[in-house]
């Protein structure tokens, strides 16, 4: 018997009814790989963590390992539109079919744990778990797995990295990771291995942390930054172009230095292509692949990372979506979108989660704007309209105003942006930015152009 069209929907289901994680341990999840027949340790792979970047430096790792000849896997959270988005092979999200078989194949064995054990496995526990089982039975060479929250505790962590980057750190989740930057460093600072190297751009106190772990643990820590930056970095890079065609960077190490372009928008992602290319030429120098210079070019010309600086409409009107979900995020956003939207009327949509810094991003974002529309996110974690508007307000944003959904808040975005010329800016929560790129893609269709 065949993929039936409702295994798909029995399968979201069942994800959807597990419970949210309540201790955080690692022991349910080397258990349920143990169940499901394989060693997690046995992937090759690297682990990719960090408050923001961590996305797009896997996107650029995993796009220069598939173009230097590997069979690659990803896996990444959250998703945008369809959890199918979690997990790809050699650059191709899984099929629904497949993504099917894979989680009902798990679902007896998953019951009959959370029946039996009073650690019951999470949702995420089970996405990962099944991830990890593809890329070996796909027979993957290589994945670049991207941490789903912190590091130390995270279900990835059952993993053994080949090397292990964590981009930035800064104040994000600090009910489940600490109230410091030297507390959260510190759990990220749990994905390394000894005697296995760390890539890091953190700097300060989140550096310290990072070199004191890596220390005990015999690891070689690698600093990427910007040149001149104030500490010393084995890796700098000087921004070269940023533009709507694209951004390009030039980065420097003791192996000489290299000229790199990518389709993706925003300054920052000059820092995300040095940090992914001191990775891939760690890899490559330690012996764990062979890429070449020509596949690292190549490869980050071709990476692509929806729902960051994603023009999704040439217009009229123009419309941008942005997952800038916190300070850091919402910085990097309102530092480039004035640089590659220069005198362009702001209509902005946004929508947080409840447990982020909502005032301070808002505070950050809302400027940007000729008028805000606030709206709840389709997610149960979801800030009211009323608490991003009120952000917004008091931040000294002019024409705020407050929807009952988000497709409400950008129809009403669009109807005022195509009157005055003007772009719309989709900015906050990820969850927000899929269920715009939803609406505007029907599911049907997506799912279509993904098989």
């Known amino acids: 018997m065949g993929f039936q069209p409702d295994d798909y929907s029995a399968a979201i289901a069942f994800l959807e009814s597990l419970p949210a994680k309540s201790e955080w341990t690692l022991t349910p999840m080397h258990e349920l790989c143990g169940i499901l027949g394989f060693d997690p340790k046995t992937v090759p792979c690297i682990l990719v963590t960090g408050t923001n970047g961590k996305g797009s430096v896997s996107a650029f790792c995993e796009s220069a390992i598939r173009a230097a000849g590997y069979r690659t896997g990803r896996y990444i959270s959250p998703h945008l539109v369809d959890y199918t988005e979690r997990i790809s092979i050699n650059g191709s999200d899984i099929l629904r079919p497949d993504f099917a078989r894979i989680i009902l194949d798990a679902k007896s064995a998953v019951e009959e744990y959370n029946r039996t054990h009073a650690e019951k496995l999470s949702q995420f526990e089970v996405n990962t778990a099944v991830a990890l089982k593809l890329f070996l039975d796909s027979k993957a060479d290589f994945a670049v797995i991207e941490i789903g929250m912190g590091g130390r505790l995270d279900s990835t962590n059952v993993t053994e990295p080949a090397l292990s980057v964590i981009t930035r750190v800064s104040l994000e989740h600090t009910e489940a990771l600490g109230n410091t930057v030297e507390k959260i460093a510190s759990e990220k600072a749990g994905i390394i291995r000894p005697g296995r190297p760390v890539i890091t751009g953190c700097e300060g106190a989140a550096l310290e942390v990072i070199r004191r772990v890596a220390g005990e643990k015999k690891s070689e820590v690698v600093v990427v930054g910007a040149s001149g930056a104030a500490n010393k970095t084995d890796f700098s890079f000087i921004e070269r172009s940023v533009s709507l065609s694209g951004t390009q960077v030039e980065v420097s190490s003791k192996l000489g230095t290299t000229l790199l372009s990518s389709r993706l928008l925003g300054k920052y992602q000059c820092f995300n292509m040095a940090v992914a290319d001191a990775a891939l030429s760690k890899l490559d ?15 980050f010309k071709n990476a692509a990372w929806p729902g960051r600086l994603e023009v999704v409409s040439g217009g009229p009107p123009l419309l941008v979506l942005d997952g800038a979900h916190n300070v850091d995020g919402a ?4 530092e480039s979108i004035p640089a590659l939207f220069p005198d362009r009327k702001i209509f902005q949509v946004c929508g947080m989660m409840d447990d982020k810094d909502v005032e301070a991003a808002v505070a950050i974002l809302a400027p940007l704007a000729a008028a805000f529309y606030a709206a709840p996110v389709a997610y149960h974690r979801t800030a009211t309209a009323k608490r991003v508007a009120d952000a917004a ?59």
């Not at 120098?285 to 490869?299: F, N, R």
């Not at 910085?331 to 309102?334: D, E």
């Not at 944003?397 to 009157?419: C, H, I, Q, R, T």
């Open 285 to 299: 120098g330690q012996g764990t692949l062979k890429i070449s210079q020509e596949a690292m070019v190549a490869g």
């Open 331 to 334: 910085s990097a956003l309102a």
């Open 393 to 451: 307000r008091a931040a000294g944003a002019g024409g705020v105003a407050e929807f009952p959904s988000a497709k409400a808040a950008l129809d009403a975005a669009v109807a005022a942006a195509k009157k005055e010329n003007g772009m719309v800016l989709v900015a906050g929560s990820l969850y927000l930015v899929g269920e715009v790129k939803a609406a505007l893609l029907p599911a049907p269709a997506f799912q279509k152009n993904k098989q």
